[in-house]
C-alpha cells in the first residue's frame, strides 16, 4: 500500500483491462503521449492525459523499469499515477521473432499501398512492432539511471 505521506515518492499503478502489470511507489515516470512525452514527479498538478503508443520509463533508486504501452489514459495527481492503458507490457513479456515478423508485415503493406488497407492501421502496426521491438534489445528487467 502506498505511503501518501512520503511526498519523495509517487505512487503509480498501471492496468490493462486483463491485469495489473505493475504498482508501487516510484520516483519518477516519463510516459508517451498523443503530444510528446510527459516527465511525472511527486506532487505533480492534477492532469489527465491520453496516451500514444511507446515506451514508458519508470525510474525508482537509480533504477529504469520499460513497458511498451499501447493508448489509453493517464490520470495524474499529487498522490500519484494510474495508468489504464489498452496494452501494457514489460519488456520480459516481449516475443521479439513475433515483433519482428510484425514489422516486416507492416513495412511490405505500407511499400505496396494497397487500396483495400486502411493505412493508418498499418502505421499504429509498424509503430507497436518498433516499440516492441526497441524494448527486446533492453536488458530485460532494469539498467542502472546513471548511465
Do not use: C, W
Not at 76 to 98: F, Y
Amino acid at each position: 500500500m502506498s505511503n501518501i505521506q512520503n511526498s519523495k515518492k509517487l505512487h503509480l499503478r498501471i492496468v490493462t483491462p486483463t491485469k495489473s502489470v505493475f504498482e508501487g511507489d516510484v520516483d519518477m515516470v516519463i510516459l508517451h503521449g498523443l503530444d510528446g512525452q510527459l516527465g511525472v514527479m511527486p506532487n505533480h498538478e492534477p492532469v489527465t492525459t491520453i496516451l500514444g503508443l511507446g515506451a514508458m520509463r519508470v525510474y525508482d533508486n537509480e533504477i529504469i523499469t520499460y513497458f511498451a504501452v499501447f493508448g489509453g489514459f493517464a490520470e495524474i495527481n499529487q498522490k500519484g499515477v494510474t495508468i489504464l492503458a489498452d496494452v501494457a507490457e514489460h519488456p520480459d513479456e516481449i516475443n521479439k521473432e513475433r515483433a519482428a515478423a510484425a514489422k516486416e508485415r507492416a513495412e511490405r503493406r505500407i511499400s505496396e499501398r494497397q487500396a483495400d488497407l486502411d493505412q493508418a492501421r498499418v502505421k499504429v502496426a509498424l509503430r507497436k512492432a518498433l516499440v516492441r521491438l526497441e524494448l527486446s534489445g533492453l536488458p530485460t528487467t532494469t539498467e542502472t539511471a546513471k548511465k
